[in-house]
């Protein structure tokens, strides 16, 4: 009894001194610092290049980059926008504590991005429009649902997305460099939002290729120098297993934590796990998972608008598959690494007294999260170390640039385009720019929120608020596609009392709390215990039977307005009438209004602003009405040619079979 005590104290001493001595190993090194400075100046001018050598004045310039993008770009900005900091924090820090199931969420891209090209896409390209809100709007008619799905969008990457990334790279950037984070966070905001706000989308894509090629480079390097340090995979296997933290005795309680709550789960290495004692059951993973992949890959903004700007849709199909095979890429560069962290760094990593992990990560819950950058500074040398910052600086910065640009698309074109019907093109490209700056004022405001929620496991509280928020969007979006009877009143209380379901369960469980092994919630079993994955498949499920059920005991839309906004009516060439079309038409008044020649009117600032924004004051020859009917055509092509089409549907075929192959290899 003695000598575990002592074991116990020692093991105590150890950790207690672990977080010291990593705040000592800083990043302030020439090499590191010299690699970092060098980063930023690259993106910098390869931002500068595409904001000087695009299209940025129109907001098909600026929104969709001109529809001119080729497949190697769309698929590394696809990658790139999904990838955020988040992930090298929450997949490596939820592998680190429960193993390689966390990595079946990475895998189910590989089906949905096939969805998304074949089946997604071409029907938005020939509805014509920019937003997902403004394609439910021709859709249905009406604005209540483009507003309200505008506004519940932008909420969404306010509390998921934008917060999670801001939380994840403030966690590196503490442990590698000492910053104080709000400074870090500020200057990461203000590099990001320069690029964002002169470059709009064409700025974005290529400065995710370069992300996406830092990325790689960088984590393919990382996982190397683990897997050598842990001796291969058979070892990591091994070592993994019996990665158990010594101090398992809180001394100022006296309590002593079961074994289930500091041990490596049993089915660790396996994906598919029990239906009911799983923590992530099988059939939550293949179907709950879907639903909401549905949501996010195939009608968030964020994702389909890097689509939308494709040349044509080969090359938006070619990315997609290009997307699907980086998505291998997570399980083995984050998850795996995450994993090896417990190993190497056991009693910080996987601690679970209290005071240890306080002393450890500064939160009492756990210190998983600080799997992956802990490795980062413990593992790489100088130069490579920086290089590492890089790379988490590269992940959160193209994910939120992605989110700035998509966000700013959906405030700008769907909601202020309501209040002010009659804003010209360049008002609009100004509100865009203007709309980036508040959503880093509110992202900002949000940090101390973020940091006082965020102590659990990461990802599964992304996971967790999209599988509440979710499903209802994803429901009426696949029934707008693929059932021609859905009408809006139908879709409008399908999202409705979606919604109110979903808050429900919401905010039962942060009210209750979500607990921990230690100290479960009290929350009743009929709200919290059920999974969350389950949730989402139960309210996907009510969601459906919610539309359908109103559309069919009220009047259905006629097949005119119809034309190219459903499955059915894809291919039909007869001129749709848009559900919208009148209100349109109020907002099509005095196009010939002449501004005075800006010669001598316009000051040397306003000229800087206006070149720096891409807002040039000459206006171009004006189009007839056979050419502007010739572009919008273009526009909303989606012909192929046979050749590349038999090759990009063969290759669709290939990825889907390595899906399989890859789930069944680690079921």
């Not at 979606?498 to 209750?512: C, D, P, T």
């Not at 459906?544 to 894809?570: A, E, G, M, N, Q």
């Amino acid at each position: 009894m003695a000598s575990s005590v002592t074991a116990t104290a020692m093991a105590t001493a150890s950790t207690t001194a672990g977080p010291k001595s990593s705040n000592v190993v800083a990043i302030n090194n020439p090499a590191d610092i010299a690699v970092i400075v060098i980063y930023f100046l690259v993106v910098l001018a390869v931002g500068l290049w595409a904001m000087y050598s695009t299209n940025r004045g129109t907001v098909g310039g600026f929104f969709l980059a001109g529809r001119s993008m080729v497949w190697w770009p769309i698929g590394a900005s696809l990658f790139a926008s999904n990838i955020g900091s988040g992930h090298f924090v929450g997949l490596a820090g939820t592998g680190a504590a429960s193993g390689i199931a966390i990595g079946g969420f990475e895998w189910n891209a590989l089906v949905m991005v096939v969805i998304l090209g074949w089946l997604f896409v071409p029907i938005y390209i020939k509805a014509g429009v920019v937003t997902m809100p403004e394609y439910l709007r021709k859709r249905f008619g009406g604005k209540r649902i483009q507003i309200y799905l505008s506004v519940l969008s932008l909420l969404l990457y306010i509390f998921t997305k934008i917060s999670a990334d801001i939380f994840s790279g403030a966690i590196f950037i503490r442990i590698s460099m000492g910053l104080n984070i709000y400074v870090a966070i500020i200057i990461l905001l203000a590099i990001t939002a320069l690029y964002t706000i002169t470059g709009g989308l064409a700025a974005v894509i290529y400065t995710d290729t370069l992300q996406t090629a830092i990325m790689l480079v960088g984590s393919v390097i990382l996982a190397a120098f683990a897997f050598n340090k842990v001796g291969g995979y058979d070892a990591f296997v091994e070592k993994y297993m019996a990665a158990i933290p010594k101090v398992i005795t809180d001394e100022k309680t006296n309590i002593t934590y079961a074994e289930q709550c500091f041990t490596p789960r049993a089915d660790s290495f396996q994906i598919f796990r029990d239906p009911i004692t799983g923590d992530l059951p099988w059939p939550g993973l293949i179907f709950g998972l879907s639903i909401l992949a549905l949501w996010y890959w195939c009608t968030d903004q964020v994702i389909v608008q890097r689509c939308l700007s494709g040349k044509n849709m080969s090359h938006v199909k070619a990315g997609c598959i290009m997307c699907g095979y980086m998505k291998l890429l997570p399980m083995f560069l984050m998850v795996m690494p995450g994993m090896i962290s417990r190993i190497l760094y056991t009693e910080e990593v996987a601690c679970i007294v209290p005071s240890v992990c306080k002393e450890v990560c500064d939160t009492e819950v756990g210190c998983t999260n600080i799997a992956y950058p802990t490795m980062v500074v413990k593992l790489m040398p100088n130069g490579l170390r920086g290089l590492m910052l890089s790379v988490m600086l590269a992940s959160l910065m193209s994910s939120l640039t992605s989110i700035f640009n998509s966000a700013s698309t959906l405030f700008t074109m769907d909601i202020y385009t309501k209040i002010r019907t009659q804003a010209k093109e360049k008002e609009l490209m100004f509100v865009g720019r203007f709309f980036i700056l508040a959503l880093i004022a509110v992202s900002i405001a949000w940090v101390p929120v973020v940091q006082s929620a965020q102590s659990g496991q990461l990802f599964d509280y992304i996971q967790s608020i999209t599988s509440y928020l979710g499903p209802p969007i994803a429901a009426v979006f696949f029934l707008a596609i693929f059932c021609k009877r859905v009408n809006e009143q139908g879709a409008f209380w399908g999202l409705v009392i979606g919604l109110l379901i979903g808050l429900s369960r919401m905010i039962a469980e942060f009210s209750y709390g979500t607990g921990t092994c230690a100290t479960p919630s009290n929350c009743p079993a009929i709200i919290c215990k059920v999974h969350y994955l389950y949730f989402a498949i139960i309210l996907f499920a009510i969601s459906l039977f919610i539309v359908l059920c109103v559309s069919f005991i009220t009047k259905p839309i006629d097949d005119v307005h119809l034309y190219r906004l459903c499955w059915t009516l894809r291919n039909s060439k007869e001129k749709r009438i848009d559900l919208d079309a009148g209100d349109e038409e109020e907002d099509v008044e005095e196009p010939e209004e002449e501004e005075p020649a800006p010669a001598e009117e316009v000051g040397c600032c306003k000229k800087a602003c206006n070149w720096f924004c891409g807002l040039d004051e000459q206006k171009g020859p004006k189009l007839s009405k056979e050419e502007e009917e010739t572009l919008k055509q273009k526009l909303t092509d989606t012909h192929e040619d046979p050749f590349w089409k038999r090759v990009v549907n063969i290759n669709g075929i290939i990825l889907l079979a390595v899906a399989v192959f890859c789930h069944g290899f680690f079921a």
